[in-house]
């Protein structure tokens, strides 16, 4: 009787401890995913922020999701053994495309793991791994409604690299409209110098525009960029990340990601409020609000 009742003292810290060790048991020893990358990216996108987007989506998940860090100068052979030594059986493999290779050497000596490639399209023939490309229409489409908003009836310019496609110039025409603006935006080349920014009330920067953000001006930024938000200028207002991660992220929350071997996916960036950067918590709460709208549900 007497050691019942010293085993009941303690019982409610037995619980405690169960409650606790079991689930953490459960989650170290399912099946991880690995995100390959190299130390450019990392740099980047900022090293604590890599850190906390890994717990943040292993949180998510529930299953350990991990960075593992490939040296640039590397062949496809020594990275594809980097990945192996690095777990066992992964529940997938996440290659960027650059090492599109080294994926096809890993998928040969694993064929039972998923392996994503994101960053590229799915070549003619390939019939082992799955390639994930951004939602270019969903991003625009959600960046017009932001910029809209932002714009306040002034006109919107959005700076691209290259040439931008009929159906997504459409897409984010329809944003701007859905968001009550009446004026066509203007499409420039990042290499373009344009001066009469008085009519302009937002600038969505699509490419790299050093020059523009060399101006300083103080007109609201929608920035589609790998980089930390907190590291660029205060009038960036919303970021659009389509890094490996953010895509890995996206995929890894749908349902149907591990349903076939090779296809296409299209997943959207991952939109952000950059915190502290917009004033009005109505403002706040309404962006919030835009960057979660489906461009495929209009």
């Given at each position: 009787m007497r050691d019942f009742r010293g085993i009941k003292k303690y019982l409610p810290l037995i619980v405690i401890f169960l409650f606790i060790s079991i689930p953490l048991g459960v989650f170290l020893f399912r099946s991880p995913v690995l995100i390959v990358t190299d130390s450019s990216f990392t740099q980047v996108y900022g090293p604590l922020r890599l850190k906390l987007k890994g717990l943040k989506v292993s949180a998510e998940l529930f299953r350990r999701v991990a960075a593992v860090t490939v040296a640039e100068s590397a062949g496809p052979d020594l990275a594809a053994l980097i990945v192996e030594k690095t777990a066992r059986s992964p529940k997938a493999v996440f290659f960027p495309?650059?090492?599109?290779?080294?994926?096809?050497?890993?998928?040969?000596?694993?064929?039972?793991?998923?392996?994503?490639?994101?960053?590229?399209?799915?070549?003619?023939?390939?019939?082992?791994?799955?390639?994930?490309?951004?939602?270019?229409?969903?991003?625009?489409?959600?960046?017009?409604?932001?910029?809209?908003?932002?714009?306040?009836?002034?006109?919107?310019?959005?700076?691209?690299?290259?040439?931008?496609?009929?159906?997504n110039r459409e897409a984010f025409r329809e944003g701007l409209r859905a968001q009550g603006s009446t004026s066509d935006p203007i499409y420039l080349n990042t290499q373009s110098d344009y001066s009469p920014y008085s009519d302009i009330g937002c600038v969505v920067i699509a490419g790299a525009v050093v020059r523009y953000l060399d101006r300083s001006l103080a007109i609201p930024i929608i920035l589609f960029s790998w980089a930390d938000p907190a590291e660029t200028p205060l009038t960036v207002k919303l970021s659009f990340d389509d890094s490996p991660w953010a895509l890995a992220a996206g995929v890894l929350k749908s349902p149907s990601a591990f349903s076939a071997e090779s296809r296409e996916i299209l997943i959207p960036s991952q939109a952000s409020v950059v915190s502290g950067r917009i004033e009005d918590k109505n403002d706040f709460r309404k962006l919030q609000g835009l960057i979660k709208e489906n461009f495929r549900k209009k």
């Amino acid at each position: 009787m007497r050691d019942f009742r010293g085993i009941k003292k303690y019982l409610p810290l037995i619980v405690i401890f169960l409650f606790i060790s079991i689930p953490l048991g459960v989650f170290l020893f399912r099946s991880p995913v690995l995100i390959v990358t190299d130390s450019s990216f990392t740099q980047v996108y900022g090293p604590l922020r890599l850190k906390l987007k890994g717990l943040k989506v292993s949180a998510e998940l529930f299953r350990r999701v991990a960075a593992v860090t490939v040296a640039e100068s590397a062949g496809p052979d020594l990275a594809a053994l980097i990945v192996e030594k690095t777990a066992r059986s992964p529940k997938a493999v996440f290659f960027p495309y650059r090492y599109l290779q080294a994926a096809r050497m890993y998928k040969e000596n694993r064929p039972k793991t998923q392996v994503f490639i994101t960053g590229g399209q799915k070549p003619v023939g390939e019939t082992e791994l799955c390639f994930v490309l951004t939602d270019t229409a969903e991003d625009l489409y959600r960046a017009g409604l932001c910029a809209s908003m932002l714009a306040g009836g002034k006109r919107v310019i959005i700076f691209m690299d290259g040439t931008m496609r009929s159906e997504n110039r459409e897409a984010f025409r329809e944003g701007l409209r859905a968001q009550g603006s009446t004026s066509d935006p203007i499409y420039l080349n990042t290499q373009s110098d344009y001066s009469p920014y008085s009519d302009i009330g937002c600038v969505v920067i699509a490419g790299a525009v050093v020059r523009y953000l060399d101006r300083s001006l103080a007109i609201p930024i929608i920035l589609f960029s790998w980089a930390d938000p907190a590291e660029t200028p205060l009038t960036v207002k919303l970021s659009f990340d389509d890094s490996p991660w953010a895509l890995a992220a996206g995929v890894l929350k749908s349902p149907s990601a591990f349903s076939a071997e090779s296809r296409e996916i299209l997943i959207p960036s991952q939109a952000s409020v950059v915190s502290g950067r917009i004033e009005d918590k109505n403002d706040f709460r309404k962006l919030q609000g835009l960057i979660k709208e489906n461009f495929r549900k209009k």
